[in-house]
Antibody
């Protein structure tokens, strides 16, 4: 079955760029009507959606982070990536990657939820 | 922006009891766009329900979802010890971003 694994530095200095990669195994990142999302969770707090990408390269971002976020995909490596610039301590969190399924239905869409998640990686922003 | 408000914040129940968790949206949400997740300490969230009422693969039938418009409910018919966790609702894509509720912690009484 499909599995996701986040990787990247666990410590980032303030004002620098956080870079994480999610590797997809057990299936092709290009198959089906799947989208690929990043979500984060500060310690002891709730979930915050960061953004998602389709393998065509189409992206959607959380407006509160949009000016600092870039999500990209590398289908040849079966990976997608997150870059978050100008980080501060408020960006310290566990970062998850996940698979979404969204399909056209009638005049709109049907959302099948985030059914596969990575284990999460802790990123601390500190000097 | 659509805000999802979950209640109660904490629910204390015993195994075997019925749990009812609420998710209220600040604006109407399509049922097709509403999902529920379970998260245990140190673990990633797990998808339970999508489309407001459809169980994800492998989810026991004691979990059920219902609702429409601005009011959605996750019900666990008979609590098992492994069901004690934090539960989140999520709406996809409206206004124009995904949002999660703040979570309901289901704890053993």
């Amino acid at each position: 079955q499909v599995q996701l694994q986040e990787s990247g530095p666990g410590l980032v200095k303030p004002s620098q760029t956080l870079s994480l990669t999610c590797t997809v195994s057990g299936g092709s990142i290009s198959s089906g009507s799947y989208y690929w999302s990043w979500i984060r969770q500060p310690a002891g707090k709730g979930l915050e959606w960061i953004g998602r990408i389709y393998t065509s390269g189409s992206t959607n971002y959380n407006p509160s982070l949009k000016s600092r976020v870039t999500i990209s995909v590398d289908t040849s490596k079966n990976q997608f990536s997150l870059k978050l610039s100008s980080v501060t301590a408020a960006d310290t969190a566990v970062y998850y990657c996940a698979r979404d399924q969204i399909a056209a239905a009638g005049m709109g869409y049907y959302y099948y939820g985030m059914d596969v998640w990575g284990q999460g990686t802790t990123v601390t922003v500190s000097s | 922006e659509i805000v999802l408000t979950q209640s109660p914040g904490t629910l204390s129940l015993s195994p075997g009891e019925r749990a009812t968790l609420s998710c209220r949206a600040s604006q109407s949400v399509s049922s097709s766009y509403l999902a529920w997740y379970q998260q245990k300490p140190g673990q990633a969230p797990r998808l339970l329900i999508y489309g407001a009422s459809s169980r994800a693969t492998g989810i026991p039938d004691r979990f059920s979802g219902s609702g429409s418009g601005t009011d959605f409910t996750l019900t666990i018919s008979r609590l098992e010890p492994e069901d004690f966790a934090v539960y989140y609702c999520q709406q996809y894509g409206s206004s124009p971003r995904d949002t999660f509720g703040q979570g309901t912690k289901l704890e053993i009484k």
